[in-house]
């Protein structure tokens, strides 16, 4: 089964930018659909973005829709996310997840201030 291991959150200033990163292990990102969901304090769990096995394959939730880039390597079976223009809104956990299998990893945490 593959294991995820995220990484690259920490706290922002508003208008800033942070790349998070996917590790995994066990199997390889381009063999699944990936995805990025995240968690802000009190809230339910709201997915980001989702990228297909084939090229080109990415879809984004209209509340990062022109700020985020979801990303694939191959070569260093990881998945990336891209986050630009950050807004306090857009802090929480942040997990890599395989949505139709229920997989995810411990989450990073993410922290947009002004």
């Known amino acids: 089964e593959i294991q995820l291991v995220e990484s690259g959150g920490g706290w922002v200033e508003v208008g800033g930018s942070l790349r998070l990163s996917c590790s995994a292990s066990?199997?390889?990102?381009?063999?699944?659909?990936m995805s990025w969901v995240r968690q802000g304090p009190g809230k339910e769990l709201e997915w980001v973005s989702s990228?297909?096995?084939?090229?080109?394959?990415?879809i984004y939730a209209d509340s990062v829709k022109g700020r985020a880039t979801i990303s694939r390597d191959d070569g260093q079976n990881t998945l990336s996310l891209q986050m630009n223009s950050l807004k306090t809104e857009d802090t929480g956990v942040y997990y890599c997840?395989?949505?139709?299998?229920?997989?995810r990893g411990q989450g990073t945490q993410v922290t947009v201030s002004s």
């Open positions: 990228m297909g096995t084939g090229p080109g394959d990415t």
């Open positions: 997840a395989v949505l139709q299998s229920g997989i």
């Open positions: 066990g199997g390889s990102v381009s063999d699944y659909a």
